[in-house]
């Protein structure tokens, strides 16, 4: 039996991927263990969405091949996907796979080891006097990287995958697309995922259906441009089309959407997720800036009006949703004034969480070759005040429900303050606490909410 570590970057679609890889190679009989221990294989689930996430993937590979010089070293997805074309790709990775190839991670590994270790034993096998000699062959061989990359940009085809299992029990994602066709000026992904690629939707709620009955009662519908869903089918579907045929499914209790695009909360679609009992009122609605000007050197297609427009809607029909939200800071041309017009948009639409990010030039796209790029530290400042914003908004949000009676889906035993307190979260993504000895994990609970137990986490009595 071969040990196999995982380790993954990035987002919840990368996520959901490299666990139905890693649910693979158990069941090809494989021994999962941590990824700070030797193993015979490492896997490495890539992200290249910023440059730094490329700098976080190169050393996860570089570590990987120093805790174990003679291991198999698996870089999969977007870092090996967009660097497709450089000499060499990485001198420590043995098997580069790109995406829509993940699927085959498993089979690619094994002819892999059948050609360079043959059909027997264990790749530390062998005596220590050897261990010099295959580590040199393995630098002289290491620009041979063998590459499973396809060309994303045309591809037409979902890549099929299937998770039979979650690590939570209670919460699952449930990946429903892949691919973007936004092409946002400072963004790289649709270079690495490439085209709108719709799942169908007997594939997804067939996997639905296995996860509920194992005890999953919330699903989290995630992939890179979920609004798009369906747009690719000759027949076309949609996202609230979808929706309407997973509610159906028994044991489905809540259904919660990733980021969704702005332009997709019309009156229509918001009214029609208000009628759904199982909609959470969770909703991220990425923004990036709330200055028209800079959205538009961002390639974003609405403007700071129109996006409030569907905030107000979702407000409309559902009883104090839950909104979140990206920022980007310091994205190049902005100016004191154009950030004070996403600023005073932020304090006037007012969030639940939003996640500021300090913009970071991406090699490959058109935002980093615009002029005026907005020195480190104005970006530093300019993110010290918003995020001093978003902690004034977040904690306000909370408090709100103080006294109120909320259903609460209990994951998880903490101890806080030397206490036992069983941790979950409201509908509306809130996580709550409740002080008790019992296992409630996998429970929806409704009570009272007394207070906070800290600045993030609600008290339930």
Do not use: W
Not at 197 to 217: F, P, Q, T, V, Y
Not at 319 to 343: L, N, Q, S, Y
């Amino acid at each position: 039996m071969k040990n196999v570590a995982f380790h993954n970057l990035g987002c919840k679609v990368n996520s959901y991927e490299l666990d139905v890889v890693q649910q693979n190679f158990v069941k090809r009989g494989y021994k999962i263990v941590p990824f700070d221990q030797m193993a015979d294989i490492y896997v490495i689930n890539t992200c290249t969405v910023t440059n730094i996430a490329d700098r976080k993937s190169r050393q996860m590979i570089h570590r990987a091949r120093k805790q174990n010089p003679l291991a198999i070293v698996v870089a999969l997805g977007c870092y090996v996907q967009t660097g497709k074309e450089k000499d060499g790709l990485d001198a420590d990775i043995d098997i580069a796979i790109g995406n829509n190839r993940k699927k085959d991670t498993v089979k690619i590994v094994e002819e892999y080891l059948q050609k360079h270790h043959g059909a027997g034993g264990m790749i530390r096998d062998g005596h220590e006097a050897g261990r010099a000699q295959e580590t040199l062959r393995r630098a002289k061989a290491a620009c041979k990287t063998e590459r499973n990359i396809l060309d994303i940009a045309h591809t037409c085809e979902y890549e099929e995958m299937t998770l039979e299992q979650t690590v939570e029990h209670t919460r699952a994602y449930i990946k429903i697309q892949d691919g973007c066709n936004q092409f946002c000026s400072y963004c790289i992904i649709p270079f690495a995922r490439g085209r709108v690629r719709s799942r169908s939707g007997e594939d997804i709620c067939k996997e639905i259906e296995g996860l509920a009955k194992k005890g999953c009662c919330e699903f989290v519908l995630t992939g890179i441009h979920i609004s798009s869903y369906g747009m690719d089918f000759k027949e076309k579907t949609s996202l609230l089309d979808l929706i309407l045929q997973i509610r159906k499914i028994e044991g489905v209790k809540r259904i919660r959407l990733g980021s969704l695009e702005p332009r997709i909360v019309t009156e229509e679609f918001a009214k029609a997720l208000g009628g759904i009992e199982e909609i959470c009122p969770h909703f991220h609605l990425s923004l990036q800036s709330g200055c028209d000007e800079t959205l538009k050197r961002m390639n974003r297609h609405y403007t700071a009006a129109e996006y409030k427009d569907g905030v107000d809607r979702l407000r409309k029909y559902f009883d104090a949703p839950a909104i979140t939200t990206d920022v980007i800071v310091g994205f190049p041309g902005e100016t004191d004034e154009e950030f004070a017009k996403t600023e005073a948009f932020l304090r006037e639409t007012g969030f639940f969480e939003m996640h500021i990010f300090p913009y970071s030039a991406r090699e490959g796209t058109v935002a980093a070759k615009m002029k005026g790029q907005v020195p480190g530290e104005i970006k530093k400042s300019r993110s010290r005040r918003l995020l001093e914003l978003e902690k004034e908004q977040s904690v306000q949000y909370r408090r709100q429900f103080v006294g109120c009676e909320e259903t609460v889906l209990f994951e998880e035993t903490k101890v806080i303050g030397g206490q036992p307190y069983q941790v979950g979260h409201t509908a509306r993504y809130v996580k709550a606490a409740k002080k008790t000895d019992d296992d409630l994990a996998g429970r929806m609970v409704q009570g009272r909410i007394t207070g906070m137990l800290n600045e993030e986490v609600l008290l339930m009595e």
